[in-house]
Each structure stands twice: as C-alpha cells, then as structure tokens.
C-alpha cells in the first residue's frame, strides 16, 4: 500500500490497551473537495494520529490541518483559509456490515477518513470577508475596491418607457387654469338695475 495516509498497526493487533502516536507531514496527493474552494493536490497536511489497540479492532483518531485555496463566491478573487478538523474511526480486525473500515495486511489507510472530515469543513459558499459586498451587477467591478461610490443603478425594463417622464411634467399634465375661475364674477342685469335706483 503506497498510500501516504497508510500506518502499520502489525505490534497494536489484537493487543487491547496499546497505544501509538504519530505525527506525519502528507503532500495531499489528491484535491479534497470540487467546489469553490479546497484542499488542492500538492498542498501540505500536518495529522496528528493516535492508534490504539481494542478488541475490534485499530482505534484511529486526530487532527489534521492544512490551507485549504479557492474563490470568493461574491467577488471572485483568490482567497485561503486554514482548515482543521478532528476525525475518528474504528478500523475492525474482520470485514463485517457493521464497520465501514478494516485492518489490510497490518495497515490502516486512514486517506478516506481524513478526506471526509476535510471536505465536511469546507465552506460551501466561501468568502473574502463577512462583509464582501460583491460585484457591481452592470459593470462587474468589485464593489469593495469602488468605494463610496455609488453602485449603478439597474432599470427594470418594465418601467423603461416612464424613464424620460420628469416630475414637472406630471404635475402639469392633470392641471389646468382656468381663466373664468380667476375673473371677477359677472353682475347680473337685476343687479345692476338695483345698483342704479339706489345711486338715484
């Protein structure tokens, strides 16, 4: 077995109570994770491994810690960010449906185990920064390096046709002055009869 995440348990086996630690610098040799960001093959792992015998089986358990690369999944640029996780496993002496790993000629090959506690840790939706405002929606510029200014504003094209309407326009267009309103009121002719005998 050539994998780098392989231990030899030969001196743990069948020996309840045995215990041995082991510290191990692993250049990831496959990329762990397919999303936006992860563990990318060539990257370095430091795993702290405890092994410890029990009747079962090779009790396997740790730490593991590597840099983990990708994008920012609001403004696309390049970002890292450590992960660490803790893993346990049992690794059983005979193959049976109640374990999901096994001893093989003395190893345990604990690749899987690791790489499912690392990609379980990942972020699905990484970013630069809590705050990462994102990109502009028209221009497509990173909002954070915009600064104060201010992002451009998108039309609905359902309201496009009302665009070159301005606000004097709609007030003028349902009032309109009305001469007769702002004359003086007409006198009638019995007025002006009246007017006529008391000026006699």
């Known amino acids: 077995m050539n994998s780098p995440?392989?231990?030899?348990?030969?001196?743990?086996?069948?020996?309840?109570?045995?215990?041995?630690e082991h510290s191990l610098d692993i250049t990831v040799p496959d990329a762990m994770g397919a999303g936006v960001i992860a563990v990318r093959q060539g990257a370095t792992m430091h795993i702290d491994v405890r092994?410890?015998?029990?009747?079962?089986?090779?009790?396997?358990?740790?730490?593991?810690?590597?840099?983990?690369?990708?994008?920012?999944?609001?403004?696309?640029i390049e970002i890292s960010e450590p992960v660490e996780v803790d893993f346990a496993e049992l690794f059983a002496y005979d193959a049976s449906e109640d374990f999901d790993f096994?001893?093989?000629?003395?190893?345990?090959?604990?690749?899987?185990?690791?790489?499912?506690?690392v990609v379980l840790a990942l972020p699905f939706q990484p970013v630069c920064r809590p705050d990462c405002p994102g990109l502009d929606p028209v221009t497509g510029e990173?909002?954070?390096?915009?600064?104060?200014?201010?992002?451009?504003?998108?039309?609905?094209p359902r309201w496009a046709a009302l665009s070159?309407?301005?606000?004097?326009?709609?007030?003028?267009?349902?009032?309109?002055?009305?001469?007769?309103?702002t004359t003086t009121p007409q006198t009638t002719e019995g007025q002006e009869r009246s007017d006529a005998e008391q000026a006699d």
Do not use: K, N, W
């Open 5 to 20: 995440y392989a231990l030899r348990v030969r001196d743990l086996a069948h020996r309840p109570g045995e215990m041995r």
């Open 102 to 117: 096994f001893v093989h000629d003395d190893l345990v090959d604990c690749e899987q185990v690791v790489r499912d506690a």
């Open 164 to 181: 070159g309407l301005t606000l004097d326009d709609a007030d003028s267009g349902g009032e309109t002055t009305d001469e007769a309103s």
């Open 142 to 156: 990173r909002l954070a390096d915009i600064g104060e200014q201010r992002a451009h504003e998108v039309l609905d």
């Open 51 to 76: 092994l410890e015998g029990l009747h079962e089986g090779v009790l396997v358990s740790g730490h593991a810690s590597a840099e983990a690369e990708g994008e920012c999944s609001r403004c696309l």
